[in-house]
């Protein structure tokens, strides 16, 4: 988006516009007063960048929520975050290639997750700097998926890497999830098939062709 005249003309009201997120090389949010998102949906739609609106009651990951800094810290001070069992990439500030000290995980820490920008584009292009990947999107539908696919188009020497989805809302939920634990299966992680499968026994395939 910098690189438009976008930039010369909306942010000319830049205090009340933010980048909410970078989920990928070409997955951008921003967020913040709806006039000036207005203008700047304006401007991008003029010179040829795709954009959409995103339907939100209130605009997070900008200076809209400073207002609510006080209150959150105060309503969040008795947290007591503990050690992770599990390693936590935060795409919280410049966190860096290295899990996160979950014990850091403060109404402070809190707080700047619901005000800085999401920096999951970096954080993706971190893990799989490390190796290869494979990435489990856990939600309703896909979101960040088309965004980690961008990522793994653009890393070099990353081919065994993939993205796996878990649901999606034009399909029944059982296909999806069966869908996505086959995959999973394929790319060497699979899951504890006893426990999904209870009772369930394995038997030997035909050891001919298969004729169709």
């Known amino acids: 988006l910098s690189s438009s005249s976008a930039a010369s003309d909306v942010y000319k009201r830049q205090d009340a516009l933010s980048i909410a997120a970078i989920n990928g090389p070409s997955h951008t949010i921003i967020s913040g007063d709806p006039t000036a998102l207005e203008e700047f949906n304006a401007v991008c739609e003029r010179d040829g960048i795709h954009i959409r609106s995103i339907a939100v009651d209130y605009a997070s990951h900008s200076a809209q929520v400073e207002p609510a800094r006080e209150r959150m810290l105060g309503e969040l001070a008795d947290l007591k975050p503990s050690a992770s069992r599990i390693p936590l990439y935060s795409t919280v500030g410049g966190a860096g290639a290295d899990p996160l000290d979950t014990t850091t995980m403060t109404a402070d820490y809190w707080y700047r997750n619901l005000r800085e920008p999401v920096r999951f584009h970096d954080r993706v292009v971190e893990l799989l700097a490390a190796g290869e990947c494979t990435f489990v999107e856990l939600s309703p ?72």
């Not at 961008?150 to 890393?155: E, F, H, I, S, V």
């Not at 939920?173 to 499968?197: I, R, V």
């Open 141 to 212: 539908h896909p979101v960040l998926a088309p965004a980690i696919s961008d990522t793994l188009a653009q890393a070099d020497g990353r081919a065994q890497s993939a993205v796996v989805i878990t649901l999606h809302r034009d399909t029944p939920a059982q296909d999806s999830l069966s869908t996505a634990l086959a995959q999973l299966h394929n790319l060497g992680h699979s899951p504890s098939w006893s426990a999904l499968y209870p009772g369930a026994r394995s038997v030997d395939l035909p050891t001919y062709p298969f004729e169709h």
